[in-house]
Nanobody, 122 residues
């Protein structure tokens, strides 16, 4: 089992930055790829960005290209999502998830956190 806890969400204005953290405990975290997903009000959960087990590869959705950066520190069992130039359409609950493969499908991921709210005002 892997337990995941997200933090770092909040209320910001358009153009601001936030850094989300995903702290893991339990089984060897560095065996897993980690993805960030988000669910906006009234919408389906969508993929944001993911990172391989050793940080050597990342994968992102086009809507966050050039604005969001994922990274990980396996010594701290933590994955980060640096979000810059935030837009109102980035408003959502953000979830991190751990799984065996670097993928954009939420079905690939076995373990999920509870989510952290990000609200971007215009």
């Amino acid at each position: 089992q892997v337990q995941l806890v997200e933090s770092g969400g909040g209320l910001v204005q358009a153009g601001d930055s936030l850094r989300l953290s995903c702290a893991a405990s339990g089984r060897a975290f560095d065996n897993y790829a980690v993805g960030w997903f988000r669910r906006a009000p009234g919408k389906e959960r969508e993929f944001v960005q993911a990172i391989s087990w050793n940080g050597g590869a990342t994968y992102y959705t086009d809507s966050v290209k050039g604005r969001f950066t994922i990274s990980r520190d396996n010594a701290k069992n933590t994955v980060y999502l640096q979000m810059n130039s935030l837009k109102p359409e980035d408003t959502a609950v953000y979830y991190c998830a751990a799984g065996p493969l670097l993928d954009d499908s939420d079905g690939t991921y076995e373990y999920w956190g509870q989510g952290t709210q990000v609200t971007v005002s215009s």
